[in-house]
């Protein structure tokens, strides 16, 4: 799911609070810097994408992703069972970018 105004962190419902927080902080960092009524796809800044399914991701990865080299992954929390969330930034160009977040097995094979 892609994510760039507040009214969509509904969509998050059941996930930790550690991750809408991060997405939240990302999606302000993206909407003070490049405005909250900006077309996501045409205009500057870019988005986070929360990546639920291996299909979402290959879909991702033969997007806007193919051909680049993730700038960092961070781990954002550990759930009491067992998920491991991440955040990894890919920078597309001089100003636009896509947080993707991701658990498991998916943020694995983001990775590769």
């Given at each position: 799911m892609k994510i760039w105004k507040e009214e969509q962190l509904g969509l998050l419902e059941g996930y930790p609070k550690e991750v809408v927080d991060s997405v939240n902080e990302t999606?302000?960092?993206l909407n003070d810097n490049y405005g909250t009524d900006?077309?996501?796809?045409k205009d500057l800044g870019g988005y986070?994408?929360?990546i639920e399914s291996l299909e979402e991701l290959k879909s991702l990865k033969n997007g806007i992703l193919q051909g680049l080299v993730?700038?960092?992954s961070d781990?954002?929390?550990t759930?009491?069972?067992?998920d491991v969330y991440n955040?990894?930034?890919y920078i597309t160009s001089s100003d636009y970018n896509v947080m993707v977040i991701t658990k498991n097995k998916i943020t694995d094979e983001?990775?590769?």
């Open positions: 999606m302000n960092i900006r077309d996501v796809d986070i994408q929360v993730e700038e960092y781990e954002i929390c759930t009491e069972n067992g955040s990894t930034l983001l990775l590769k």
